[in-house]
Every structure is written in C-alpha cells, then in structure tokens.
C-alpha cells in the first residue's frame, strides 16, 4: 500500500511563496496520476491541482490558476505544489493523492477518484 507524506506547510504573509512536497513510498508513483486537495475550516475539500503520471498534462482549480505550480519527479517519487501570490483565502490544510488505476483526466477534480491520501499538512497565510 503506498504511503503519502506531504511536508512544506507554514505560516506566511499574504504575497508570500511555500512549496510542498508529497514524498510517496513505494515503486508505482510514477503509474498514476496524482493531486492537491485542500480543506479550510468548515468547508468542504476543495480541488487545487493535478498532474498526469508523466507530468505532461496539468490541471487547476480556478482558485489557484496562474498562482500555483504542480509539479512532479518520478525518479524521487515526489510531487510538488509551489505557491505563489499567497492569500489568507488559501489558508487550509493540503492533501496529496494518488489517482487509481485507469482514472481519466475527466475525474482528476473528483476527490473520490483518488485512492490514497497523505494526513495533510497545515498552510497558513495571514494578511
């Protein structure tokens, strides 16, 4: 079963940069595609972005669009999400995942297509 491990949160300005990391165990990281999810306080789990197996197709949630970069190295079985722009609204805790076997890219926002998720890790941006 593979293992999610996201790591890079903090707090940090509104204007200000983070990037996360996803470090995944295993030897199947580079099969499937993967995701960012966040989940503010009282909201529901809100699509950030996602990345073809190969890293050759991206895709955003229109929050994050020209602010957020999704990223991925295969060989480290590492995804990445660097932030820029940040803003207060953007404060939550963010979610790697890892796609299941066959998932089309119409699904990459459906947060039930995912099969295995990390704990999280906490983005906070003040104003």
């Known amino acids: 079963q593979v293992r999610l491990l996201e790591s890079g949160g903090g707090l940090v300005q509104a204007g200000g940069s983070l990037r996360l990391s996803c470090a995944a165990s295993?030897?199947?990281?580079?099969?499937?595609?993967m995701g960012w999810f966040r989940q503010a306080l009282g909201k529901e789990r809100e699509f950030v972005a996602a990345?073809?197996?190969?890293?050759?197709?991206?895709y955003y949630g229109d929050s994050v669009k020209g602010r957020f970069t999704i990223s991925r190295d295969n060989a480290r079985n590492t995804m990445y999400l660097q932030m820029n722009s940040l803003e207060p609204e953007d404060t939550a805790v963010y979610y790697c995942?890892?796609?299941?076997?066959?998932?089309?890219?119409?699904?990459?926002?459906?947060?039930?297509?995912?099969?295995?998720w990390g704990l999280g890790t906490q983005v906070t941006v003040s104003s």
């Open positions: 295993g030897r199947t990281f580079s099969r499937y595609p």
């Open positions: 990345i073809s197996w190969n890293g050759a197709t991206t």
């Open positions: 995942a890892r796609g299941g076997d066959g998932m089309g890219s119409s699904r990459y926002p459906q947060a039930n297509a995912y099969e295995s």
